[in-house]
């Protein structure tokens, strides 16, 4: 009888929570640089800062959700974030990141009964609908800063445009970061690869 892995009560294995733990932990450093990097560019260009655009800090936590495709991974990877980068902007990333992916395993088991097996291509569309809700959360939250408040129209949809751009290049990073590790060798609990039966022993003793 095939042993299984233990799993909590909301359905997490010990490895999948084990790599929602490191991927918050990383995702706090680059948290850490991009609060670094926003505080410099918010004085020359507010549309830019807080927290940058520039840094991928929460391309993690779509990677969290790519590998544990079950309701709250980017959730927890976000809440040792915040922990560990002290602040919200993981945790706030981390729950539009969730809603992308909510709904992505919602129209998946609607559509075909069940998930995409893990690097699939068509997990590409819901990583990059997360970035860019992401990029969204953050552009609204720039409006609670007067300096931004104060620009031109026309900087303030830049500023929303650099947030669009980079959520989708960073939802696609995550993608492929995915594949890379699958191809590495990376093993997971779940649809990772399309199952092949193996061939029956029943014949094969004479």
Known sequence: ??????????????????????????????????????????????????????????????????????????????????????GTMALMAGLMVEVGFAIARSVQRRTSGELAPFGDRRWLVWAMLAGCLVGLNSFALLFTFKEFQALPAGLMLAGLGVRIVAGIAYGWLAWVTVRGLLSAGLKLDGPSRRSVPAPSSSGSAS
Do not use: D, E, Q
Request: proline share 7%; glycine share 10%.
């Open 1 to 86: 009888m095939p042993r299984t892995r233990p799993r909590n009560a909301v359905g997490f294995t010990t490895r999948s929570l084990l790599i929602c733990v490191v991927l918050g932990a990383a995702t706090a450093v680059l948290i850490h640089l991009a609060r670094f990097v926003g505080v410099l560019l918010f004085g020359a260009a507010p549309w830019l800062g807080k927290p940058s655009a520039l840094i991928p800090y929460f391309v993690l936590l779509i990677v969290a959700s790519l590998l544990v495709p079950r309701f709250g991974s980017a959730l927890i990877a976000s809440l040792v974030g915040t922990v560990v980068g002290i």
